[in-house]
């Protein structure tokens, strides 16, 4: 492993544990370099390859980061801890590895994070539909407020 430091190729493991959920190896290693940096690096299965078809018709790769990504934005500033977003990550992940297919359309990855976010955190969820769904006016966000009233 290539340490993010300073590029040393001679890293080592200091600890290795499975995480909470069982689905990745949390490994904490340490640069031989001079500095003796230390990083994190998760192992995780991966079972095939998915590519995501956004809706230009443009392919990409399955970036899990991203998906990440798009939770801690969502959910910035909310009482939701860093251990229940990677888990609704991981398991968003691999219901798509699941789904037995190469290809996913980007909109099947939206719903399944709105799902996840309306359980999880309602603010978070309305948050993500005004850019998921690209609101146009505020009357917008109303609706889905009142949809979150409704089902309460």
Not at 68 to 73: D, P
Not at 77 to 99: F, G, Y
Not at 127 to 145: L, M, P, W
Request: charged residues 35%; proline residues 3%.
């Amino acid at each position: 492993m290539i340490c993010p430091f300073c590029r040393e190729k001679d890293t080592s493991v200091v600890d290795s544990r499975p995480t909470e959920d069982g689905t990745a190896i949390r490994r904490r290693r340490v640069c031989t370099c001079n500095g003796g940096m230390r990083f994190t690096t998760f192992e995780r299965v991966q079972i095939r390859e998915l590519t995501v078809i956004k809706k230009n018709g443009r392919r990409t790769p399955f970036d899990r980061e991203k998906l990440a990504k798009s939770f801690f934005t969502a959910l910035k500033k909310r009482p939701i801890d860093q251990e229940t977003i990677e888990k609704v990550v991981s398991r968003i992940a691999r219901e798509l590895e699941e789904l037995g297919q190469t290809e996913v359309q980007s909109s099947v990855i939206g719903k399944k994070v709105m799902e996840t976010l309306k359980g999880l955190d309602k603010i978070a969820y309305v948050r993500y539909a005004s850019v998921y769904t690209n609101f146009k006016e505020v009357g917008q966000f109303g609706e889905y407020i009142e949809e979150l009233d409704g089902k309460s």
